[in-house]
T-cell receptor, first 115, second 111 residues
Framework: EAGVAQSPRYKIIEKRQSVAFWCNPI?????LYWYQQILGQGPKLLIQ????????DSQLPKDRFSAERLKGVDSTLKIQPAKLEDSAVYLC?????????????FGAGTRLSVL | SQQGEEDPQALSIQEGENATMNCSYK?????LQWYRQNSGRGLVHLIL???NEREKHSGRLRVTLDTSKKSSSLLITASRAADTASYFC???????????WGAGTKLIIKP
C-alpha cells in the first residue's frame, strides 16, 4: 500500500513570496490533515478535510494561507505572502475516516525555510 | 493549544537499556496515541490505547494509561540504535476527535 506522498521535500523562499505544497493521501482515505510543525514542537493542525469539504480550519491563518482538496483526493496548501515565522515543516496526514480511534498516516513533510 | 506534555524533553541512554517517557494531558479523552518521528521524516503511529484500557503491549513497547492522573507512559525495552527518534503523545478529546499533540521527547540511544 502506497503511503502519503508530499512534494516538494524542501523549499527555500524569501519573505513575501508565495509557495505551494502538494499532498496525495493513501487511496480511499476520506480524511486529510495539514499540520505545521515548528522545530522542537509537536504538530499543530492547520486544516482538516473530510472528502472535499472542510471540517475545521480554525487555526489556519486565512489572510495568508489557503488550502483545497479537489475531488476529495489530492490537496494543496498555499502560503501567500510568506513570513519569516512560517519557517516550519508542513506535514500532510490521512486517515480512513473521522472519529474515535482512527490512526493518522503521515507523509515525510515539506521543510520550508523563509529568508 | 497543546493538550499533552511529554516528560522528559530529552533522554539519552545506552543501547540495551529501557527507555521510559511520560505524557500528561489536561482534559478527558477518548484515546491516547503514541507516534515516533525520525529526524527529517513524518510521524509513524506506534500504539493506541483507549480510555477504558490500562495497559497495552506491542513488541518491545508497553503503554500504560492512568485516566485518574491524566497521564500515560511509553516504555521501550531493550533499546536499539534505531529507536533514536522523537516520541509524541496525541490525545483526542472527549468532545472532539481531532488529535492534540505534545511537544515530544527526544530519545537518543548511544551505541
Amino acid at each position: 500500500e502506497a503511503g502519503v506522498a508530499q512534494s516538494p521535500r524542501y523549499k527555500i523562499i524569501e519573505k513575501r513570496q508565495s509557495v505551494a505544497f502538494w499532498c496525495n493521501p493513501i487511496s480511499g482515505h476520506a480524511t486529510l490533515y495539514w499540520y505545521q510543525q515548528i522545530l522542537g514542537q509537536g504538530p499543530k493542525l492547520l486544516i482538516q478535510f473530510q472528502n472535499n469539504g472542510v471540517v475545521d480550519d480554525s487555526q489556519l491563518p486565512k489572510d495568508r494561507f489557503s488550502a483545497e482538496r479537489l475531488k476529495g483526493v489530492d490537496s494543496t496548501l498555499k502560503i501567500q505572502p510568506a513570513k519569516l515565522e512560517d519557517s516550519a515543516v508542513y506535514l500532510c496526514a490521512s486517515s480512513p475516516g473521522t472519529g474515535r480511534g482512527y490512526i493518522q498516516y503521515f507523509g515525510a513533510g515539506t521543510r520550508l525555510s523563509v529568508l | 493549544s497543546q493538550q499533552g506534555e511529554e516528560d522528559p524533553q530529552a533522554l539519552s541512554i545506552q543501547e540495551g537499556e529501557n527507555a521510559t517517557m511520560n505524557c500528561s494531558y489536561k482534559t478527558s479523552i477518548n484515546n491516547l496515541q503514541w507516534y515516533r518521528q525520525n529526524s527529517g521524516r513524518g510521524l509513524v503511529h506506534l500504539i493506541l490505547i483507549r480510555s477504558n484500557e490500562r495497559e497495552k503491549h506491542s513488541g518491545r513497547l508497553r503503554v500504560t494509561l492512568d485516566t485518574s492522573k491524566k497521564s500515560s507512559s511509553l516504555l521501550i525495552t531493550a533499546s536499539r540504535a534505531a529507536d533514536t527518534a522523537s516520541y509524541f503523545c496525541a490525545t483526542d478529546r472527549d468532545s472532539n476527535y481531532q488529535l492534540i499533540w505534545g511537544a515530544g521527547t527526544k530519545l537518543i540511544i548511544k551505541p
